[in-house]
């Protein structure tokens, strides 16, 4: 099975999911959101799951990698923060919509749009 794609090839937009399917033939169809760490680059959600495999232990890993601690950690602190941005921007682009719908310069019709749209 291909991996999730996440980001769009063409404009680099990013992606949601339209459509979900079960072998029972059961479809759903909306506008879902890709989950903030599914949408991390392959490399750093491998290193997620080795991190979880390992039962957090940043030690293990990079004895298992032959990597030094430090680096290991950094690598962590650097996911952490790209997960941090995730939630903030589509935190802050919430924020902005409802703002932009109390001061009357977005109509709420416009607004819930616009929310729907917000990854």
Do not use: W
Request: with cysteine; proline share 5%.
């Amino acid at each position: 099975m291909a991996i999730l794609p996440t980001r769009c090839p063409s404009c680099d937009s990013q992606l949601t999911i339209a459509k979900l399917r079960c072998a029972c033939e059961t479809l759903l169809e909306g506008n879902f959101e890709i989950p903030a760490l599914v949408r991390l680059p392959p490399a750093d959600l491998d290193f997620v799951l080795r991190f979880v495999k390992s039962s957090g232990s940043l030690k293990e890993m990079a004895k298992q990698a032959g990597q030094s601690y430090p680096t290991v950690r950094n690598r962590l602190n650097d996911i952490i923060r790209q997960l941090n941005d995730a939630q903030r921007s589509s935190t802050e682009r919430r924020q902005s919509i409802l703002d932009a719908i109390a001061n009357g310069t977005l109509s709420v019709a416009d607004g819930e749009k616009k929310l729907r749209e917000v990854h």
